[in-house]
């Protein structure tokens, strides 16, 4: 089995800053590309940044500039830098990874974490 457990979520000030961390543990032989995404009330989730696991990243426009994404590849954990936080990021973040768990598994598979809430007061 396979869990992603994020932390780091919480209330700050427009302006301010935090870190989410998402470190997935269980059968996990390799991972291709760690992610993030977000949820407003009442919309679908939407990507956030994704990492590969040589590094490259994409990010979605709104977040350019203030958010970074990286990861430590033998802790399978990633992360989210989250700089000049406005109003409008409020929302459930949520961290994935495309694993392959063992040598022998033919097909990649993607695993959510439990979401958590970040909250920016104006």
């Known amino acids: 089995q396979v869990q992603l457990v994020e932390s780091g979520g919480g209330l700050v000030q427009a302006g301010g800053s935090l870190r989410l961390s998402c470190a997935a543990s269980?059968?996990?032989?390799?991972?291709?590309?760690m992610g993030w995404y977000r949820q407003f009330p009442g919309k679908q989730r939407e990507l956030v940044a994704r990492?590969?696991?040589?590094?490259?990243?994409n990010y979605v426009d709104s977040v350019k500039g203030r958010f970074t994404i990286s990861r430590d590849n033998a802790k399978n954990t990633v992360y989210l830098e989250m700089n000049s936080l406005k109003p409008e990021d409020t929302a459930v973040y949520y961290c994935?990874?495309?694993?392959?768990?063992?040598?022998?598994?033919?097909?990649?598979?993607?695993?959510w974490g439990q979401g958590t809430q970040v909250t920016v007061s104006s």
């Open positions: 994935n990874a495309e694993l392959r768990p063992s040598p022998s598994s033919p097909n990649l598979y993607l695993y």
């Open positions: 269980g059968s996990i032989f390799s991972i291709n590309v």
């Open positions: 990492i590969t696991s040589g590094g490259r990243t």
